[in-house]
């Protein structure tokens, strides 16, 4: 090809931005229609309780209420189907049929001309509850005489897994052994914009907004649910403000919301308000991985087995709230050479909110358990925290390499990001150690870790039902100009301006040129959605596969028109360009204004029209796990090492975080504002994770954590800057070459903070940290466990 | 929110209505914006103990969209002029139940001669809030982990309650009964606060919250003078977050007072502060023991930060 | 703003919003986030936690920043109200909020009119360095962008050095 300008690799402005800065965008709590109601639900104040009545008479007198309506009004409604056969069935049921799980489970659902009103009447509703002992640990949930959330069920196993590798095993005769138990806390994803969803039936059609990552996915569950055929069904999700997974679970408000707008015959909205966000949205991580590493005793890692035993609240979500447990077990090793594991999987159930999907998936609580242990095994035999770290990565001449989990790496930067990582945070913690050389309440240390992230996952594994193609439609209007639509959606990370982008590259057009559309079941193909960091690559596949088709037309009516040789014609600059023959050249308007509207210039062997699709499966992939858990559930892999430097106040225990060091590998870097936009944003969800964010329950399974007061989300003075360094290790086997970047930065800061913290009070022999969030008083704690405080100040 | 059995999992009585806090919206009500602090003093007789007074709203405003407060009428003082004196009259710095935290922040006066409230307010909520909230009404308002009641308390001010039955003042030290509850009576309004003045004063604030503009886990609220022979005088002390009240360290006060402020002697009275520190607070973010061991970290520093 | 004597359930309330004069019957009890949504159409104003903490609903009542979802419309009566919509000027973005696209200062935009408010209402000199304006911005939540591009925003659009 010729050398002209690419659109990969440059910062251009994202075309979301205006409409975004000016109060222009449409989230679904701007989606207004006339007679529109709005709902306001009654939710379990019990963690665990039997149905025994709901009175809604007094609720009904309230003027204007149109409607109270409990599971027994719902004979139309299907619960949600169930598609895995490895997990007990949970039935999903849009308001809670005779039982209550956590505190937050719907059970009636009030509608009202506004909120206001629909709250008054809320406040009418008579619920009769019987309660039953709360289950509210993993400890709990496993006793013997365990009250049982599911009573059919024996026990309160939703999932169990157990892994035996004999080859694994056998690393550990006469090895040394290191072992530890490693906890990642309850946290979510709580994206600025709660959830939310509209509806309206008209004609026989239903129309859904809902403030979702996957609107076909959506669309399919409707259908399911309701007595509605697909095509009878157009889900909308218009500008989604954040979703980090959260809004990649199908909710039960997303059938009960259109449900009432059928039954009533008037649209009805519900915008989810910040407390039920923090209670009934979905919960994440709360797992804990049991591990032990066979080691070398110059610190070579052999094997590690053990167990991921994930607290799952009440379990009723899907797609399933176990998938993350999988996922951290498939990650276990990270970048690291170690030839064996033995991982297992139990989730059990439990009264507290169910859990979902959260940026990572597993991956964090992966990199936290081993980062940690690999620190421990450094510590016990006496080498570097670093020094182990570079016995045990995998190099360029092992690539491509496959884990212990069966995931295949087949490119990357791991020791080069290491060492640069290295470099610069050494030079920084030197930097803050002159700066607050005089400040005597602090101590400043910093910790630097590695983790891989299998990047455009197998859904099936998680779904049990959806597998990991995506698609794309391209038609050019007469005019030249090219309407993208693409069945992956966005939730603001820049996906529009990632695919303008793309197209333009693929197409030669200006991205002028191009309008992507997506979010939208009727004016897009079917697709899966975005999560799994999978958007740029399953898009951008089937996106170019599609440009491919339309261009080899395109190219004949080009060549046609200009009596040239289909061979001889090059696309760029937006036209079709005779090679050897300077000035010759059509454009893409003259193409497809001949292919739309003046066909009588076409080729006599071409049909008319300027479109086309296609779609892509991401080649490697396996859906299914070998007996031993193993199997290559991604695409591709990035990598990344992360430096962590902290100043520690041991009168306070308060941790700053003062500088954050990254050397980070996606592959080709198709906008790089963009993968730094994701980066630094996924590192501030994991300094949060990491210092300030818990979900907290009573002894009696009551939510303790049900507002922003509680629930602390870190602000700019929790956040430094950051040193982000790209290395770009193109996967073979991707178009472009590009890695998913969405969630890359939230899985180190957990093991890279926590080893900041140990080696700033390192010489006051503290305890090992072994669990997050890690909070003030925590770090107090670790300092009186090494005795440094022996009166306050 | 929140069930807590009497017995684990068995609790009398399961009919339940829909329980409080968990509304966004506030409940219906009536409204009122009178002129004068006496059309006021009508309203809240009239409605006795069902009426409400809205200045800022930074606090309660959020209880009404949870339900947590339901009143049947809100009073708005911010036509009423007569609320919104911020002056220094014989000593004493006034300061109007109408008077925006903003306005306080600003005021050169109030730094000059009243610098701990100047000190604290930056630790009040966010930008946001402090243009619309009050100092009074946060002292009226008594969160055991908001600044101002520990720093009325500290500077000894003296709160002046209006009814439609007349005038209370009310010293600092007996007003803040517990958590939330004041010695205002039902019918009353706390007119305005008076603190007392001086140019010698120093003054800090100490405090640990989890992020910038949080409630304080804990933190101290502290004033002193430094002698010319160098030793401290006019002491006083004032927790808040630690317990469901601000408290004052009166033993802490009298070790420090005529001292000159030595390394040992800081150790002493944080160990002291630690030790006498009626830590009953404790929430998710730190149990009763951490808030008793960092009052007396902050104590120290505190002192530290006023006699350097 | 006029005098209520006597306690109203719903009232008139007058009030000037991006530059147009307004008046209309209220609630007592509507939040002014929500008069702005829902009676003027101005959906530029987010709610995002009702209680006063993410921000996301700032708007400017008489020049200075406050949060509109723990403010009731009546007590904007007589009041200059501006939303982001009342800052945008009418062909492309004003300084601020093209610093933010320059610098990629939002990603899902949710929070974005949040923070374009609060540094509309606040005198920049008062805020001279990195430090005082990560202060500033504190009371603004962002789950996306890590704050990084915000700051380097509003460095760049008030002319601080980095």
């Known amino acids: ?793 | 929110m929140g069930w807590r059995g009497d017995e684990r999992g068995r609790k009398c009585g399961s009919r339940v209505r829909n329980p409080d806090d968990v509304s966004v919206k506030p409940p219906p009500f009536k409204y009122a914006r009178p002129e004068s602090l006496d059309e006021v003093l009508r309203i809240l007789s009239e409605y006795n103990g069902e009426a409400r007074v809205l200045a800022g709203g930074q606090s309660l405003i959020p209880l009404l969209n949870f339900r947590l407060a339901r009143p049947q009428v809100l009073v708005d003082i911010a036509l009423v002029r007569e609320l919104r004196q911020l002056e220094v009259e014989r000593g004493v710095l006034r300061v109007g139940a109408a008077v925006t935290q903003n306005t306080v922040e600003r005021s050169s006066d109030v730094a000059r001669l009243c610098p701990l409230l100047t000190k604290a307010l930056p630790f009040v909520g966010h930008v946001q809030n402090r243009v619309r909230g009050t100092v009074v009404g946060s002292i009226a308002h008594a969160d055991p982990a908001a600044e101002m009641p520990a720093v009325a308390l500290a500077l000894q001010a003296t709160m002046v309650a209006r009814s439609a039955a007349g005038v209370r003042k009310i010293p600092a030290d007996q007003f803040f009964l517990g958590p939330f509850t004041t010695a205002l009576k039902p019918d009353e309004m706390l007119v305005e606060v008076r603190f007392p003045t001086s140019r010698k004063t120093r003054a800090a604030v100490t405090e640990v919250a989890p992020r910038s503009g949080d409630f304080a886990v804990a933190g101290v609220a502290g004033k002193l003078v430094t002698t010319r022979a160098g030793k401290a005088r006019d002491v006083a002390l004032a927790l808040f977050g630690v317990g469901g009240s601000p408290q004052r360290l009166h033993d802490v006060e009298a070790r420090l007072a005529g001292q000159r402020i030595t390394g040992d002697l800081l150790d002493q009275v944080a160990a002291l502060a630690s030790h006498n520190a009626r830590a009953d607070s404790e929430d998710v973010h730190a149990d009763a023991g951490y808030r008793a061991h960092v009052s007396g970290v902050l104590v120290r520093r505190a002192v530290e930060e006023m006699t350097r | 703003m006029k005098p209520v004597p006597e306690p109203t359930r719903r009232l008139p309330l007058s009030m000037t919003v991006n530059g147009r004069p307004i008046e209309l019957m209220v609630d007592a009890r509507k939040l002014l986030a929500d008069v702005l949504r829902e009676d003027l159409g101005l959906t530029g104003t987010h709610i995002g936690c009702e209680q006063g903490v993410c921000g996301a609903c700032t708007v400017l009542v008489d020049g200075r920043p406050v949060r509109s979802c723990i403010m009731l419309g009546v007590q904007a009566d007589g009041c200059d109200v501006t939303t982001v919509e009342g800052i945008t000027p009418r062909e492309g973005l004003n300084p601020m909020q093209q610093a933010f696209k320059d610098h990629h200062g939002l990603q899902c935009g949710f929070c974005t009119p949040g923070f374009l408010m609060t540094l509309a209402g606040v005198t920049p000199q008062e805020f001279p360095d990195e430090e005082s304006i990560r202060e500033l911005l504190s009371g603004n939540l962002c789950r996306c962008t890590g704050y990084e591009g915000i700051v380097v925003a509003v460095m760049a659009a008030w002319g601080r050095d980095r």
């Not at chain 1, 944003?681 to 994991?686: N, V």
């Open chain 1, 1 to 793: 090809m010729t050398s002209r300008p690419s659109h990969i690799g440059a910062n251009v402005a994202r075309v979301e931005d205006d409409r975004l800065l000016s109060g222009g965008a449409r989230f679904v709590a701007d989606v207004s229609l006339p007679g529109m109601l709005e709902a306001a639900f009654y939710r379990s104040p019990l963690p665990h309780a039997l149905i025994e009545a709901v009175d809604t008479d007094e609720a009904l007198q309230v003027s204007g209420v149109a409607g109270a309506f409990t599971a027994e009004d719902m004979t139309d409604v299907s619960p949600f189907p169930d598609f895995d056969q490895r997990a007990r069935p949970v039935a999903i049921f849009p308001l809670a049929r005779d039982k209550v799980r956590y505190v937050g489970a719907p059970i009636a659902v009030v509608v009202a001309p506004d909120r206001y009103e629909a709250e008054d009447a809320r406040d009418l509703l008579t619920v009769d509850l019987e309660p039953l002992d709360p289950v509210v640990s993993v400890d709990e949930a496993l006793a013997a005489d365990a009250p049982l959330l599911f009573g059919e069920w024996p026990d309160n196993i939703v999932i169990e897994a157990p892994v035996a590798n004999p080859e694994a095993m056998a690393e550990f005769e006469g090895r040394v052994t290191v072992s530890g138990r490693y906890e990642v806390g309850r946290h979510a994803g709580v994206p600025m914009e709660t959830r939310g969803v509209a509806a309206e039936y008209r004609d026989g059609r239903l129309t859904v907004w809902t403030s979702t990552q996957f609107p076909h996915i959506a669309r399919t569950m409707l259908s399911y649910c309701l007595p509605l055929d697909e095509t009878d069904i157009r889900v909308i999700a218009p500008d989604v403000g954040g979703g980090f997974g959260v809004k990649a679970e199908f909710y039960p408000e997303e059938v009960t919301i259109p449900w009432l707008a059928m039954r009533l015959g008037r649209p009805v909205r519900w915008i989810e308000d910040r407390r039920e966000h923090l209670i009934a949205a979905c919960h994440a991580r709360d797992l804990v991985l049991d591990l032990e590493a066979a080691v070398d005793g110059d610190g070579r890692f052999r094997a590690v087995r053990g167990m991921a035993i994930q607290d799952l609240g009440s379990a009723e979500m899907y797609p399933y709230g176990f998938s993350p447990a999988f996922t951290a077990v498939g990650h276990i090793t990270g970048p690291y050479r170690i030839p064996h594991q033995s991982v297992g999987v139990i989730a059990v159930a439990t009264n507290k909110t169910p859990c979902g999907a959260y940026r990572g998936f597993g991956i964090p609580e992966a990199a936290f358990a081993m980062e940690r242990l690999m620190d421990k095994a450094a510590d016990h035999l006496g080498i570097d925290r670093r020094q182990i770290r570079r016995r045990n990565l995998i190099g360029p001449d092992d690539l491509p390499y496959t884990t212990s989990a069966g995931a295949i790496v087949d490119s990357g930067s791991h020791r080069e990001a290491f060492e640069e990582t290295v470099r610069l945070t050494s030079e920084r913690l030197d930097r803050w150690r002159a700066r607050l050389a005089d400040d005597p309440h602090v101590r400043l240390g910093s910790g630097v870790v590695n983790y891989i992230e299998g990047v455009t996952p197998t859904y099936y594994f998680t779904s049990g039902h959806w597998t990991s193609f995506d698609s794309c439609t391209i038609r050019m209007n007469p005019d030249g100009t090219a309407l993208v639509s693409v069945g992956v959606s966005t939730s603001g990370q820049g996906l529009e301006s990632m695919l303008t982008s793309l197209a333009a590259e693929a197409l030669g057009v200006r991205r002028d040129q191009v309008r992507v559309v997506m979010g939208d079941t009727d004016r897009t193909p079917y697709g899966l959605g975005s999560w799994g960091s999978r958007s740029t690559n399953v898009a951008s596949g089937a996106l170019r596969e599609a440009s491919s088709l339309l261009l080899e037309k395109a190219t004949r009516i080009a060549a046609h028109l200009m009596e040239a040789s289909p061979d001889d014609i090059e696309v760029y600059g937006g036209r079709f360009n005779v090679r050897g023959s300077p000035g010759m050249s059509v454009t893409w308007q003259q193409v497809a204004t001949t292919a739309n509207i003046r066909t009588i210039d076409l080729p006599e062997d071409v049909k008319p029209g300027l479109e086309a699709a296609a779609t892509y499966d991401p080649p490697g992939i396996e859906h299914n796990p070998d007996q031993y858990g193993r199997l290559n559930s991604s695409a591709t892999y990035t990598n990344a090492s992360h430096g962590a430097v902290v100043s520690v106040d041991v009168g306070t225990g308060k941790v700053r975080v003062l500088d954050y060091i990254v050397g980070h590998d996606c592959g080709t870097v198709i906008n790089p504002q963009i993968v730094r936009g994701q980066v630094v944003g996924g590192i501030a969800q994991g300094i949060g994770g990491a210092l300030l964010e818990k979900l907290h329950y009573d002894e009696w399974g009551n939510p303790l954590s049900t507002s922003f007061l509680d629930y602390h989300l870190p602000t700019t003075t929790e956040i430094p800057n950051m040193v982000v360094r790209h290395f770009e290790s193109p996967a073979p086997a991707m178009p472009w070459g590009a890695k998913g970047a969405g969630e890359a930065g939230i899985i180190g800061p957990a093991p890279a903070i926590a080893a900041a913290i140990e080696e700033a009070l390192s010489d006051l022999g503290v305890a090992e940290i072994t669990r997050t969030p890690i909070t003030a008083p925590d770090v107090l704690s670790l300092v009186f466990s090494g005795g440094g405080q022996e009166h306050p100040g």
